[in-house]
Structures are given as C-alpha cells and as structure tokens.
C-alpha cells in the first residue's frame, strides 16, 4: 500500500469520524479540559464554571480531534483488502449529516 493510498484513508476516516465525536461530546460534554477566561485557567475534563462562565468548545474539539486521530490511523494500518469496502463517499455525507445535527442542537437550545 502506498503512503498517499494510506493517507486518503486517513483523511476519510478523519472526516468521519470527528463529527460523529464532537457531536456526542457536545451533547455528553466529554471536554478534555474546561478553560475559564475570567481568571485564565484550565481545568481538566468538563470542569465547574469557578469566576465566571467555563469554555468547554475547545476541549470538545480536543476531544474529537483525539478520537479521529486514533481512528484515522488504525483506518489507514488497516490492510487493502478491508479498506476498499469503505465508500469515499462517506466522508462527505456524515460530515454533512453532523452539520443539520448540530443546527438543530443548537437552534433547540437558543429557542427554548
């Protein structure tokens, strides 16, 4: 297998995995660290706002950018004949998918 066949299948299994994550980070709030701007300090996991509101965005996208890591890598170890079965497709479709997700997570959240 070749190094740019392995990267491809780590930029699909990348792009498919990190939405499916971040969602389920979001809604669980899986934060891999909390950062709280009115006294400028970190916290570890989905931390306590202390001093004002917590930030808990970036350690969801830490979170998700971890786990599409790993996957993408073990996707792109993976031998060839187990990797054709995975549709190129896909890595347009279920980011697309988490961005309606998304919208409506947050349209029901600023509307109630």
Not at 27 to 37: I, R
Request: positive net charge; contains cysteine; hydrophobic residues 55%.
């Amino acid at each position: 297998m070749t190094a740019s066949r392995q990267f491809g299948l780590f930029t699909i299994a990348f792009a498919i995995t990190y939405p499916i994550v971040y969602i389920t980070a979001m809604e669980v709030n899986l934060a891999l660290f909390t950062y709280h701007p009115a006294i400028g300090e970190f916290g570890w996991g989905a931390d306590k706002p202390r001093g004002g509101p917590a930030m808990y965005w970036y350690g969801w996208m830490s979170t998700s950018a971890l786990a599409a890591l790993a996957v993408g890598v073990m996707c792109a170890r993976l031998p060839e004949s187990l990797t054709r079965m995975l549709p190129a497709a896909l890595a347009w479709v279920v980011p697309f998918a988490a961005m309606i997700t998304a919208a409506g997570l947050t349209a029901h959240f600023l509307l109630r």
